[in-house]
């Protein structure tokens, strides 16, 4: 499976921002070794991801506050290629 894109509800009022890594294993135990690949911003709620295809994925999220408020985040969906296997 190849994750495509990343898209993330939520709010990040007043400077504050999430932050979204991804990692890839062949196995559940090979996550624990799989470096974390950081995503770059997309536009708006989105983030493309280009990785290599595995059979088990990870993400991960750090919140980062603003002035004044912290992010928050209520849903998260990863989409994957069907025709990458």
């Keep these: 499976m ?12 007043f400077d504050s921002r999430l932050e979204f890594a991804v990692r890839g294993a062949e196995s559940r135990e090979g996550l624990r070794q ?3 690949q950081r995503l770059a911003a997309g536009s708006g ?9 595995h059979r088990w994925w990870q993400y991960r999220v750090t919140f980062m506050g603003g002035r004044a408020a912290w992010p928050t985040m209520e849903r998260v969906r990863i989409r994957f290629d069907p025709a990458a296997r």
Aim: glycine share 4%; no cysteine; aromatic share 8%.
């Design 2 to 13: 190849v994750p495509v894109e990343l898209e993330w509800e939520g709010s990040t009022p």
């Design 34 to 36: 799989a470096t974390w």
């Design 45 to 53: 709620r989105t983030n493309r991801v280009s990785a290599a295809p």
